[in-house]
Protein backbone atom coordinates (compact mmCIF):
# COMPACT_ATOMS: atom_id res chain seq x y z
CA UNK A 1 0.00 0.00 0.00
CA UNK A 2 1.25 3.61 -1.11
CA UNK A 3 1.75 5.57 1.96
CA UNK A 4 2.99 9.01 3.09
CA UNK A 5 5.34 9.92 5.58
CA UNK A 6 6.25 13.03 7.62
CA UNK A 7 9.59 12.93 10.09
CA UNK A 8 8.83 15.11 13.44
CA UNK A 9 12.46 14.80 14.43
CA UNK A 10 13.50 18.21 15.77
CA UNK A 11 16.00 18.13 13.65
CA UNK A 12 14.19 17.53 10.26
CA UNK A 13 10.64 18.34 11.16
CA UNK A 14 9.87 20.05 7.49
CA UNK A 15 11.36 17.36 5.99
CA UNK A 16 8.51 15.45 3.90
CA UNK A 17 8.90 11.75 1.93
CA UNK A 18 6.62 9.32 0.27
CA UNK A 19 7.32 5.79 -0.33
CA UNK A 20 6.22 2.19 -0.67
CA UNK A 21 6.09 0.28 3.38
CA UNK A 22 7.70 1.47 6.37
CA UNK A 23 10.88 3.55 6.40
CA UNK A 24 12.80 2.77 9.60
CA UNK A 25 13.80 6.27 11.14
CA UNK A 26 16.74 7.52 12.86
CA UNK A 27 16.92 7.03 16.52
CA UNK A 28 14.81 9.43 18.84
CA UNK A 29 12.53 10.21 15.83
CA UNK A 30 9.05 9.66 15.06
CA UNK A 31 7.63 9.41 11.38
CA UNK A 32 3.67 10.10 11.22
CA UNK A 33 2.03 7.80 8.41
CA UNK A 34 -0.48 8.41 6.12
CA UNK A 35 -2.55 5.73 3.98
CA UNK A 36 -4.19 6.25 0.74
CA UNK A 37 -7.30 5.83 2.92
CA UNK A 38 -6.71 8.99 4.74
CA UNK A 39 -5.67 7.32 8.21
CA UNK A 40 -3.10 8.50 10.23
CA UNK A 41 -0.64 6.40 12.60
CA UNK A 42 2.25 7.56 14.45
CA UNK A 43 4.84 5.39 15.10
CA UNK A 44 8.04 5.84 17.03
CA UNK A 45 11.58 4.75 15.50
CA UNK A 46 12.70 2.11 16.97
CA UNK A 47 14.95 1.59 19.87
CA UNK A 48 19.20 1.08 19.96
CA UNK A 49 18.39 -2.51 20.88
CA UNK A 50 15.64 -3.28 19.09
CA UNK A 51 18.31 -2.11 16.04
CA UNK A 52 20.73 -4.33 17.54
CA UNK A 53 18.51 -7.36 17.93
CA UNK A 54 17.34 -6.71 14.42
CA UNK A 55 21.36 -6.83 13.22
CA UNK A 56 21.91 -9.99 15.21
CA UNK A 57 18.35 -12.10 13.80
CA UNK A 58 19.88 -10.52 10.40
CA UNK A 59 23.15 -12.51 10.74
CA UNK A 60 21.42 -15.44 12.13
CA UNK A 61 19.17 -16.49 9.22
CA UNK A 62 21.96 -15.26 6.68
CA UNK A 63 24.43 -18.09 7.60
CA UNK A 64 23.87 -21.38 8.28
CA UNK A 65 27.50 -22.91 10.11
CA UNK A 66 28.50 -21.49 13.19
CA UNK A 67 31.43 -22.36 15.40
CA UNK A 68 30.92 -23.86 18.89
CA UNK A 69 33.50 -23.25 21.43
CA UNK A 70 33.15 -25.79 24.56
CA UNK A 71 36.10 -27.00 27.36
CA UNK A 72 35.90 -30.35 29.52
CA UNK A 73 33.86 -29.09 32.73
CA UNK A 74 35.92 -31.85 34.21
CA UNK A 75 39.16 -30.54 33.86
CA UNK A 76 39.34 -26.83 34.44
CA UNK A 77 43.10 -26.99 32.87
CA UNK A 78 41.72 -28.98 29.35
CA UNK A 79 42.38 -26.59 26.58
CA UNK A 80 38.98 -24.78 25.09
CA UNK A 81 37.40 -26.75 21.39
CA UNK A 82 35.99 -25.69 18.15
CA UNK A 83 33.58 -27.83 16.25
CA UNK A 84 31.82 -25.84 13.02
CA UNK A 85 27.97 -26.41 12.91
CA UNK A 86 24.95 -26.94 10.74
CA UNK A 87 22.28 -24.79 12.63
CA UNK A 88 18.72 -23.42 12.11
CA UNK A 89 17.53 -20.39 14.01
CA UNK A 90 14.49 -20.95 16.60
CA UNK A 91 13.97 -16.97 17.38
CA UNK A 92 11.82 -17.23 20.24
CA UNK A 93 13.00 -18.78 23.66
CA UNK A 94 11.63 -18.83 27.17
CA UNK A 95 13.28 -15.45 27.94
CA UNK A 96 12.75 -13.90 24.34
CA UNK A 97 15.89 -14.47 23.26
CA UNK A 98 17.07 -16.88 20.28
CA UNK A 99 18.19 -20.15 19.88
CA UNK A 100 20.30 -21.76 17.33
CA UNK A 101 19.53 -25.44 17.11
CA UNK A 102 22.23 -28.00 15.77
CA UNK A 103 22.75 -31.98 15.80
CA UNK A 104 25.58 -33.92 16.98
CA UNK A 105 26.65 -37.59 17.68
CA UNK A 106 26.70 -37.72 21.38
CA UNK A 107 30.21 -39.00 20.89
CA UNK A 108 31.55 -36.04 19.68
CA UNK A 109 34.26 -34.10 22.01
CA UNK A 110 31.35 -31.04 22.47
CA UNK A 111 28.58 -33.26 22.98
CA UNK A 112 30.36 -34.82 25.72
CA UNK A 113 31.51 -31.47 26.91
CA UNK A 114 27.93 -30.59 26.91
CA UNK A 115 26.07 -33.78 28.63
CA UNK A 116 23.09 -33.51 29.25
CA UNK A 117 23.28 -29.89 29.66
CA UNK A 118 22.56 -27.04 30.66
CA UNK A 119 26.24 -25.97 29.80
CA UNK A 120 27.57 -22.00 29.01
CA UNK A 121 29.75 -22.35 25.88
CA UNK A 122 30.79 -19.64 23.25
CA UNK A 123 29.87 -19.59 20.02
CA UNK A 124 30.89 -17.09 17.04
CA UNK A 125 29.02 -16.97 12.87
CA UNK A 126 30.97 -14.41 10.33
CA UNK A 127 30.66 -13.71 6.83
CA UNK A 128 33.77 -14.29 5.46
CA UNK A 129 34.90 -11.47 2.96
CA UNK A 130 38.42 -9.94 1.85
CA UNK A 131 36.46 -6.92 1.68
CA UNK A 132 36.29 -5.21 5.01
CA UNK A 133 33.61 -2.93 4.51
CA UNK A 134 31.36 -5.40 3.81
CA UNK A 135 32.39 -7.90 7.10
CA UNK A 136 29.84 -8.86 9.84
CA UNK A 137 29.52 -11.31 12.45
CA UNK A 138 28.87 -11.69 15.99
CA UNK A 139 30.69 -13.26 19.02
CA UNK A 140 27.77 -15.19 20.59
CA UNK A 141 27.76 -16.37 24.59
CA UNK A 142 24.80 -18.97 25.83
CA UNK A 143 23.34 -21.81 27.14
CA UNK A 144 23.17 -25.29 25.79
CA UNK A 145 21.39 -28.48 26.32
CA UNK A 146 20.65 -31.78 24.56
CA UNK A 147 16.88 -31.78 24.12
CA UNK A 148 14.86 -34.76 25.24
CA UNK A 149 14.07 -37.40 22.95
CA UNK A 150 10.06 -37.44 21.75
CA UNK A 151 9.32 -33.94 23.75
CA UNK A 152 7.49 -31.41 22.42
CA UNK A 153 10.48 -29.17 22.76
CA UNK A 154 12.45 -31.90 20.72
CA UNK A 155 9.54 -32.46 18.09
CA UNK A 156 9.46 -28.72 17.65
CA UNK A 157 12.94 -27.82 17.24
CA UNK A 158 13.06 -31.28 14.52
CA UNK A 159 10.72 -29.58 12.09
CA UNK A 160 12.67 -26.45 12.13
CA UNK A 161 16.24 -27.74 11.92
CA UNK A 162 14.63 -30.40 9.17
CA UNK A 163 12.98 -27.19 7.51
CA UNK A 164 16.50 -25.45 7.04
CA UNK A 165 18.62 -29.04 6.94
CA UNK A 166 16.62 -31.85 5.62
CA UNK A 167 19.88 -33.45 4.70
CA UNK A 168 20.00 -34.43 8.39
CA UNK A 169 16.27 -36.64 8.40
CA UNK A 170 18.42 -39.58 8.01
CA UNK A 171 21.05 -39.33 10.73
CA UNK A 172 18.21 -38.20 13.44
CA UNK A 173 15.61 -40.73 12.54
CA UNK A 174 18.30 -43.32 13.22
CA UNK A 175 19.07 -41.68 16.12
CA UNK A 176 22.82 -41.45 15.38
CA UNK A 177 22.61 -37.79 16.05
CA UNK A 178 20.83 -35.87 19.03
CA UNK A 179 19.14 -32.47 19.15
CA UNK A 180 20.98 -29.62 21.20
CA UNK A 181 19.72 -25.84 21.63
CA UNK A 182 22.04 -22.95 22.00
CA UNK A 183 19.90 -20.24 24.00
CA UNK A 184 21.83 -17.15 23.96
CA UNK A 185 22.29 -15.08 26.61
CA UNK A 186 25.09 -12.32 25.45
CA UNK A 187 25.89 -11.11 21.16
CA UNK A 188 28.70 -8.79 20.37
CA UNK A 189 28.11 -7.70 16.56
CA UNK A 190 30.44 -6.83 13.95
CA UNK A 191 28.89 -5.02 11.37
CA UNK A 192 31.67 -2.83 9.50
CA UNK A 193 28.97 -1.46 7.20
CA UNK A 194 28.08 0.76 10.37
CA UNK A 195 31.96 1.93 10.24
CA UNK A 196 34.97 0.51 11.74
CA UNK A 197 35.18 -0.89 15.06
CA UNK A 198 31.93 -0.55 16.34
CA UNK A 199 30.73 -3.36 18.15
CA UNK A 200 27.38 -2.89 19.66
CA UNK A 201 26.14 -6.07 22.41
CA UNK A 202 23.28 -7.21 23.12
CA UNK A 203 22.66 -8.90 26.65
CA UNK A 204 19.68 -11.28 26.89
CA UNK A 205 20.35 -12.61 30.19
CA UNK A 206 18.68 -9.99 31.91
Not at 95 to 105: D, I, K, R
Request: glycine residues 8%; aromatic residues 8%.
Amino acid sequence: MASSARSICPSTASEEAAFIGIKLAPHNCRWAFQSKGGTSVEMSSPSPREEHVSRLMQILDAHWVFTLATRDPADTNAPPHCAPLFYAVQAATENGAPALLFTSSPESVHSRHIGGGPREVGGAIYLETETVGELRGAQLRGVVHELASDSEAETAARARYLERHPVAEGVLAEGRHRLYRFVLTWAKLTDNRLGFGKHPVVDFSG
